[in-house]
């Protein structure tokens, strides 16, 4: 069934805290915005077992109830949420047709908070200790190895910089790279080269994690089984943590080419996080590739909320 005879003030793509925080702004103005949740409701932090930097939680918080959270607070205010993904969406007149599941809808602005998904090495021991041993943001989950070793997949200048952000917490940072040399620039190679915490195995790459598992929520890491490329050898290193800096994909392969993407496949913005396309704006790390924390996803949020609002103003579709 068609839900193109209601036209919305905002259709929001994606349920990160981008896209909750954008709700919560744009419901409050009673400006009642429609969320599609997509195919993982509340994002990458449902993954999440405890944030400790998301300012006013001094105690940490659950990843997953943060987002059950801000999904309540969006609801509260007059948001309405559809539990199905965006396909697409298409220019008709003023406004746009925004695809969703196997119907449709109609909307003056749309805003593109599909976020991005890490890119992982595909092994099934990654996935047995995800977020219980292994991770893939240093910033984020780092503090829960302050003292102990870690190791790192990657070679370019985000690995660089996660391994020297770790290499100040922990006791000594392993660096495994499948190739001789770093693909990172000179001084972030040098830098972690250099760096007297930091050792490399090179020519290498994860097998298997391996660890402890007592129930659901009671795993750790204790090692990781490497394998040589050149000689084919094993050999297991002993950590407490695996971090996996090898790049993220962002999700915008359902926008179709139509809203203007870096090499990358980042959604292009402006400082007021507009897209190319006038009604079209976009938040979280769906554009961000370099802080992707969710307080700045969050922070970004709002700032495309209070962007759609203005251009609903300026249309004149509100007052």
């Known amino acids: 069934m068609s839900d193109k005879e209601i036209t919305r003030n905002a259709v929001i793509c994606g349920s990160g805290p981008a896209g909750w925080t954008a709700a ?5 103005a009673e400006l009642k915005p429609l969320v599609i949740a997509g195919p993982q409701v509340g994002g990458q932090l449902t993954t999440t077992t405890t944030i400790e930097n998301f300012p006013g939680f001094p105690e940490g918080r659950d990843g997953n109830q943060l987002m059950i959270d801000m999904e309540e607070q969006a609801k509260k205010y007059g948001a309405e949420v559809e539990y199905e993904s965006c396909s697409g969406f298409e220019k008709d007149g ?5 695809k969703y599941g196997n ?6 602005t749309i805003l593109i908070c599909t976020g991005s998904s890490a890119r992982t090495l595909g092994i099934e021991t990654e996935k047995t200790f995800w977020n219980y041993g292994v991770h893939t943001c ?16 990657g070679g370019g200048d985000s690995a660089m910089e996660e391994a020297t952000y770790l290499a100040k917490l922990c006791t000594k940072v392993t660096v495994i790279h499948r190739r001789d040399e770093l693909r990172a620039s000179k001084i972030m190679a040098e830098r972690a080269l250099e760096h007297p915490k930091i050792e490399f195995e090179w020519n290498s790459t994860v097998e298997e994690v391996l660890g402890e598992v ?12 490497l394998r040589n490329l050149k000689d084919d050898s094993r050999k297991e290193l002993p950590t407490s943590a695996m971090f996996l800096a090898i790049g993220h994909t962002p999700n915008s392969g359902w926008l179709n080419g139509q809203v203007e993407t870096g090499d990358s496949g980042y959604v292009v913005v402006d400082a007021r996080q507009r897209t190319n396309l006038d009604g079209v704006f ?13 307080i ?15 251009y609903l103003s300026q249309k004149g579709v509100i007052n």
């Open 24 to 28: 919560i702004y744009l419901a409050r």
């Open 296 to 310: 700045t996803a969050a922070g970004y949020g709002c700032k495309a909320a209070l962007e759609a609002e203005r």
């Open 282 to 294: 976009a938040a979280g790390d769906i554009h961000d590739h370099h802080y992707r924390q969710a």
């Open 138 to 153: 240093a910033v984020c989950d780092g503090g829960f190895y302050r003292g102990k070793e870690v190791v790192i997949v």
């Open 103 to 108: 119907t449709s809808v109609r909307a003056h």
């Open 94 to 98: 003023d406004t746009f047709i925004v």
């Open 214 to 225: 007592e129930g659901e929520r009671k795993k750790r890491v204790t090692a990781v089984r």
